[in-house]
């Protein structure tokens, strides 16, 4: 397989999935039982109204290309049943700083385990702490911290300066739970431990030229992509944290959404999310490119 | 051939263990839960054999029984599937087929950029869709006839689902969105043995396609990359449902991956959870008088009290989960 193909796949699905993401959550919208416009309104009688109102009344394809035209706007429209009525990127400007945060926090961690196994820095008689503490699902760890904070500060303390503590045990719950940093570290350890037993690093080493000088670069589209898919794991695991140690963020609204059928909340943020992913995607596919072009145009080494 | 070493067949040995009770307690789920005893509540194990009584006074054996009910076809469905799928990779890659590669890729980089929780989510929305979804495929004759054989096959397989919560087709969404990085290792593994020239070489010593391709790549070096994976899952689908259960019953919701009328080890999570937030703290100066020892007196406070086994038995049920699955991950490590 051609060098280019790969990053132009992740090219492709990185334009593809936002329009790809919606379009199945609106069909399913479509398949449920009973007319979508029940949904925002269960046993209510005058729905035509409604689906009228809410632009669900010229079925599927016409909702989805409006719904994505104004979402290029950043227009997401109004919460059907969780926030009644209010618009809904004014939650995400509300609750996105909140996730933000989280995974930012929690992937330093990551980057720091990533980098340091990457230069050999730290010791792989240690990987075993990593992989015991990484066994435990994110619901365990985040109750145990949630069971902290609320002994001693009491359950309804989510504010001020107790809503930071519960936002850094999230932080640290994502980091470490579900493998999440003993994959970091095994991962990196993994593709640096192959990539040595190349036959040009053993050159290398005979030309008095040190190893990692000549690995990284070949290494750094793989290490890019395995940060990447820990940061969607994570992304995607701060649903379960946000809602266990109330943390008030794009997950917890997900997550609401969903339990109460909310369409606008899901598709909006479910969209935001996808967003996010492919952002990560075509950065990767950026970095093949930059790491590629750079190698195959890289002067010779004077003897 | 060589006989493994014997940690390993230790670890195969507790593995196939925690598999069967699993499975057998599975089927053992009763359909519903005995008439609460109030005055019978917080017994603990040694007093109601095995896992003591719950705040109601119900033994916990069949909330126990319940859950892996819950979990176990799902899991190895979901198992089976991504086992299938990675195999198939491994396979396609050794016969060295071209545009595989490519088709692969695609999938990989479209399904493994998918948030898998959040996409779980959508699914649970979905799930009163299904049944809509199965009689557009399978509902009528003329479309069934336009699947052909693949449509009889699959009606008769699969009978129409309920559109009632359920766990199996979040699992089998699992399943899916774990499949592009296991079938990438599998196709990677494969390919690390020389892909098609492997096969090649092979047909050269005169053994047979079969011969080669199931026992060869699939059992001698397929087999630990796809065992593990399969485990992995199976670990990944009892927390995923624990974790959705639990934040179902925390915020008093009805759960999206069973029934109301069963209950799943979540259960046992939030209500040891909730006993631990009532419990009241060891004295102070029990704790503070020997300054050291002050902290661990206070986790002995806690695991004596009555009702801390309902907390003991949620954790210790996730851990027997994770030591099947390492079981069968240090068994089917290749050599």
């Known amino acids: 397989m051609q060098w280019w193909v790969r990053p132009l796949v992740r090219a492709v699905a990185a334009v593809a999935l936002p329009l790809l993401v919606p379009a199945i959550i609106i069909a399913i919208m479509w398949a449920l039982p009973g007319n979508p416009a029940e949904l925002i309104c269960p046993n209510c009688s005058g729905t035509a109204e409604l689906a009228e109102r809410w632009n669900l009344d010229q079925g599927p394809v016409n909702f989805y290309t409006k719904w994505l035209g104004n979402a290029f706007t950043l227009d997401f429209g109004k919460s059907w049943r969780t926030y009644q009525g209010m618009q809904v990127s004014s939650l995400l400007w509300e609750k996105g700083p909140w996730t933000a945060a989280l995974v930012l926090l929690a992937a330093i961690p990551l980057f720091l385990g990533t980098v340091s196994t990457a230069l050999g820095w730290l010791p792989k008689r240690l990987d075993v702490v990593w992989q015991v503490i990484g066994i435990a699902p994110s619901v365990i760890l985040a109750l145990i911290c949630t069971a902290y904070v609320t002994i001693t500060w009491g359950a309804m303390s989510t504010e001020g300066p107790i809503a930071l503590l519960r936002l850094a045990l999230g932080a640290l719950v994502l980091g470490v739970a579900d493998g999440a940093l003993a994959g970091a570290v095994t991962g990196t350890r993994h593709v640096m431990e192959e990539e040595v037993k190349q036959r040009y690093v053993g050159i290398a080493i005979l030309r008095g030229e040190r190893v990692l000088v000549n690995a990284l670069p070949n290494v750094i589209p793989a290490l890019v992509g395995q940060f990447r898919g820990r940061l969607l794991l994570i992304l995607s695991s701060a649903v379960i944290v946000e809602v266990v140690l109330q943390i008030d963020g794009l997950g917890s609204l997900l997550w609401s959404g969903t339990l109460m059928q909310d369409f606008g909340v899901v598709l909006a943020a479910v969209w935001v999310i996808t967003l996010i992913s492919c952002a990560l995607l075509l950065t990767q596919a950026i970095i093949e490119v930059i790491v590629e072009r750079s190698i195959r145009h890289s002067p010779a080494v004077p003897a | ?335």
């Open chain 2, 1 to 335: 051939m060589r006989r493994a070493p014997i940690g390993r067949r230790i670890w195969l040995g507790v593995a196939v263990v925690l598999l069967i009770v699993l499975v057998v307690s599975g089927f053992m789920a009763p359909d519903s839960l005995p008439t609460p005893e109030y005055s019978e509540s917080y017994k603990g194990p040694l007093s109601v054999f095995p896992f003591g009584n719950d705040d109601r006074g119900i033994s916990l054996l069949p909330r126990v029984l319940q859950g892996a009910g819950i979990i176990l076809v799902p899991a190895l469905v979901a198992a089976s599937v991504l086992m299938a799928l990675s195999t198939l990779a491994g396979l396609a890659r050794s016969a060295g087929i071209g545009w595989f590669d490519v088709v692969l890729t695609g999938f990989t980089e479209l399904v493994g950029a998918l948030p898998r929780l959040v996409i779980i989510l959508v699914v649970a929305v979905a799930i009163p869709a299904i049944p809509a979804g199965y009689d557009a495929l399978f509902g009528s004759e003329e479309a069934v006839g336009l699947l052909g054989g693949v449509g009889n096959a699959v009606r008769g397989l699969i009978s129409r689902p309920s559109g009632q919560a359920s766990l199996l087709p979040i699992a089998l969404t699992w399943a899916i969105l774990a499949a592009p990085q296991a079938m990438d290792e599998a196709a990677a593994t494969a390919g690390r043995l020389g892909g098609a020239r492997f096969v090649e070489a092979l047909r050269a010593h005169g053994f047979s396609a079969i011969r080669i391709y199931f026992y060869h790549i699939v059992w001698l070096n397929l087999r630990s990359v796809v065992v593990r994976q399969g485990a992995e899952v199976i670990t990944q689908v009892a927390f995923l449902e624990i974790s959705l259960s639990y934040l179902a019953r925390s915020q008093f919701l009805p759960a999206i991956t069973h029934s109301d009328s069963s209950y799943s080890w979540a259960s046992l999570l939030y209500d040891g959870y909730s006993w631990w937030l009532t419990v009241p703290p060891a004295s102070a100066e029990l704790t503070s008088s020997i300054p050291v020892w002050g902290q661990i007196l206070s986790v002995i406070h806690y695991m004596t009290a009555p009702g801390a086994h309902i907390l003991a038995v949620g954790l210790v049920l996730l851990a027997l989960i994770a030591l099947m699955a390492h079981g069968f991950r240090v068994a089917a490590r290749g050599r």
